[in-house]
């Protein structure tokens, strides 16, 4: 299989996330000023839904060339390899997103901050990203397991969760493709298929949507990269896909006009697919912000939070102090990504730390008592 390493999608992925959170500074710091239903409000909601869907493509894409190369090289799918590779990528950064949210909730409390006991907003205001927010001990606990929760605080981890749910089935499936497994792998393999399915379309709105979304870049990935061996998958991508769109949370649809929103993104979906992946654009902005784009989603929210927070408590109402605010905001959120940026970097050593310690682990269970 060719490795080449897939250099012009760094780029996309940085200028996602700078959308993401141009995004959210215009929707903390300047809707109050000017309502929802204006055009200001349409194209930020407009611009972080299609560079969350870019995260999306992208997600489909690399992942998939990730459990293929896995197969090319261990003649079968070792989702040990895969699982220990993708804890070692999500959840560093995750731990860290998680601890900086609960610290600034913390923080929003001890000092009193609009947001906790008062609203999050001044008389007068046209609109609030958030009112009163809330963060209780089991959210942690499901957020850590990637289940839902902690989205007041930190409103771009929900698809951090449609995300990890995907990659769990779509590993399932090509495992069940690739490779002959015994009936109890088998078994295994599709009971967890189901469970995780089951739990997403219950937890996590819009999954079936975004998972339509995702396997674009994954059946992308098959077709500009085709070979004869991948036309089960092919298949398999276009049936779900097709699914998907018949569908609404995994039930036919009554309404005929219902399924035609997911299926523009999903036609919109191969258009970027076909774009970074067979046309190959470059987008060299991006790319300074491309190593640290995962922290930076998974950081920003709670940081523009804070400062919309205090801005709140200083009761200034000047549109002037909110530009102020906004631009200290992108570089307290871009300095805390650099952070966030070096954990990532440090996926490699993780990742054989666990080995290390699974292989060590195997050593003395077979050692003799």
């Excluded at 079936?208 to 500009?224: C, E, V």
Aim: hydrophobic share 50%.
């Amino acid at each position: 299989m060719n490795t080449t390493r897939f250099d012009n999608l760094a780029g996309a992925r940085g200028l996602a996330a700078a959308v993401v959170l141009i995004s959210h500074v215009v929707q903390i710091h300047f809707l109050r000023f000017v309502g929802l239903g204006t055009p200001l409000h349409h194209i930020s909601s407009v611009a972080s839904e299609y560079a969350v869907v870019v995260f999306f493509i992208l997600s489909g894409y690399l992942i998939t060339h990730s459990l293929e190369f896995n197969i090319e090289r261990n003649g079968y799918l070792k989702l040990r390899i895969f699982a220990v590779a993708r804890f070692a990528r999500l959840y560093p950064p995750l731990l860290f997103s998680i601890l900086l949210s609960v610290i600034i909730f913390l923080a929003m409390g001890f000092f009193k901050l609009p947001g906790r006991e008062t609203p999050m907003s001044l008389p007068g205001d046209l609109y609030s990203a958030r009112d009163i927010v809330h963060l209780s001990l089991g959210e942690v606990k499901s957020a850590l397991l990637l289940l839902q929760g902690m989205l007041e605080i930190n409103g771009p981890l929900w698809s951090l969760y449609i995300e990890a749910k995907l990659y769990i089935l779509y590993a399932c499936a090509l495992a069940l493709l690739a490779g002959k497994r015994n009936i109890v792998q088998i078994t295994l393999l599709i009971a967890t298929f189901l469970y995780v399915i089951k739990i997403a379309i219950e937890l996590n709105p819009g999954f079936l949507a975004y998972g339509a979304i995702w396997l674009t870049g994954s059946l992308s990935y098959y077709i500009w990269n085709y070979s004869k061996k991948w036309r089960d998958r092919i298949l398999v991508c276009f049936i779900f896909i097709i699914f998907i769109i018949s569908t609404e949370d995994g039930h036919i649809l009554t309404d005929a006009t219902a399924p035609f929103s997911v299926a523009f993104n999903v036609f919109f979906s191969f258009v970027i697919g076909w774009l970074l992946f067979k046309i190959r654009i470059r987008i060299p902005v991006g790319r300074y912000l491309a190593d640290c784009s995962y922290s930076l989603y998974v950081t920003h929210f709670p940081v523009l939070l804070l400062s919309q927070s205090l801005l709140i408590y200083s009761k200034n109402t000047s549109i002037f102090f909110a530009i102020i605010v906004s631009l200290i905001s992108i570089g307290a959120a871009s300095g805390i990504a650099l952070i966030g940026s070096v954990i990532e970097s440090k996926k490699s050593t993780i990742q054989s730390g666990f080995f290390s310690l699974a292989d060590y682990l195997m050593r003395l269970q077979g050692k003799p008592k």
